[in-house]
Nanobody, 122 residues
Framework: QAQLDESGGGLVQAGGSLRLSCAASGSIFSIYAMGWYRQAPGNQRELVARITSGNSANYGDSVKGRFTISRDNAKSTVYLQMNSLKPEDTAVYYC????????????????WGQGTQVTVSS
């Protein structure tokens, strides 16, 4: 089993910055990709950014050029640097780990964090 622990959310004014962190813990052998999704009230959960173990990253269109995802494979941790935040970035941000292989499981599975609130005031 593995778990994801998120931190870094909060309240910030428009134009400000926040940095989210998500650390995976447990008897982890490997994680193929880690990323961030977000969900605002009344909306579907959407991709914010995702990065593979080989550091190939992709971003949602609305955050390109403003957000940067990075990953520390040794620490099983993913970071999301969010700059030039806008009120429309307000949402619960969820960490996602894709195809996590643990030392005790026969196959990989995905995991979700509990979510961290990001609120951007205008």
């Amino acid at each position: 089993q593995a778990q994801l622990d998120e931190s870094g959310g909060g309240l910030v004014q428009a134009g400000g910055s926040l940095r989210l962190s998500c650390a995976a813990s447990g008897s982890i052998f490997s994680i193929y990709a880690m990323g961030w999704y977000r969900q605002a009230p009344g909306n579907q959960r959407e991709l914010v950014a995702r990065i593979t173990s080989g550091n190939s990253a992709n971003y949602g269109d609305s955050v390109k050029g403003r957000f940067t995802i990075s990953r520390d494979n040794a620490k099983s941790t993913v970071y999301l640097q969010m700059n030039s935040l806008k009120p429309e970035d307000t949402a619960v941000y969820y960490c996602h780990a894709e195809n996590v292989i643990t030392k005790t499981a026969m196959w990989g599975r995905d995991y979700w964090g509990q979510g961290t609130q990001v609120t951007v005031s205008s």
